[in-house]
């Protein structure tokens, strides 16, 4: 059975700074892609960053460019998200996913964790 738990979501203050980490479990974590994802309360989950099973190659929505980084241990069977100068309008319950192929979107995930609450105070 395939697990996905996060973990590391809080409240911060706005230019904060929170590392989310996401343990995998149950799947060969090196043969998959991973991404983060997130919903605020009344939108729609967004895709926020992804990487590739290598970790050679990552991608990130522009929202997030620069200010977050996401990175992997296969050895840990871990993937984090590293998130700074965190604003108000990050605030949104974020979840980690699992993808056999390369994606951007919530359909090319196979497994879902089922999140960790960040709450950016302005």
Known sequence: QVQLVESGGGLVQAG????LSCA???LTFSNYHMGWFRQAPGKEREFVAAI?????TTDYADSVKGRFTISR???KN???L???SLKPEDT??????????RGFTSTAYDYWGQGTQVTVSS
Request: hydrophobic share 40%.
């Open 16 to 19: 904060g700074s929170l590392r």
């Open 24 to 26: 995998a479990s149950g």
């Open 52 to 56: 590739n099973w290598g970790g050679a």
């Open 73 to 75: 241990d296969n050895a």
């Open 78 to 80: 871990t993937v984090y």
């Open 82 to 84: 590293q998130a700074n």
């Open 92 to 101: 949104a319950v974020y979840y980690c996913a699992a993808a056999r192929y």
